[in-house]
């Protein structure tokens, strides 16, 4: 059987990063799995639907300050039992200087 083709454009690394949603039905702390400069997947048993639109406060270790993105939900991974249930989340817009900080993270060592 022949892997299946990759179909994002940007690498991804795994992590293990906490992350607040807003624009959700609540504001609830996740994790967050594997980060890339698109987007993440969000570790959660309940996932927006589909193209809901989202902020995220990623958590970098002991920095006061969050990266906070903007995002939307592009796929939706349910419990099933297996893999962690959760959403995949393409960055839309970034604040400040989030960006800057999230090429940061992604050239070091893998976080977490």
Avoid at 69 to 81: A, C, F
Wanted: proline content about 7%; overall charge positive.
């Amino acid at each position: 059987m022949r892997p299946k083709a990759e179909r994002r454009r940007h690498p991804r690394k795994r992590c293990r990063l906490r992350v607040r949603l807003s624009g959700a039905r609540e504001l609830r702390e996740h994790y967050i799995s594997n980060l890339g400069a698109g987007g993440v997947f969000v570790e959660t048993l309940y996932p927006l639907r589909i193209g809901s639109q989202l902020e995220l406060d990623l958590v970098v270790g002991e920095d006061s300050v969050p990266l906070r993105i903007k995002g939307e939900v592009v796929w939706v991974r349910p419990d099933q039992g297996g893999k962690e249930p959760g959403m995949g989340v393409r960055f839309l817009e970034f604040e400040g200087r989030s960006q800057d900080r999230l090429k940061e993270l992604l050239a070091k060592e893998p976080p977490g």
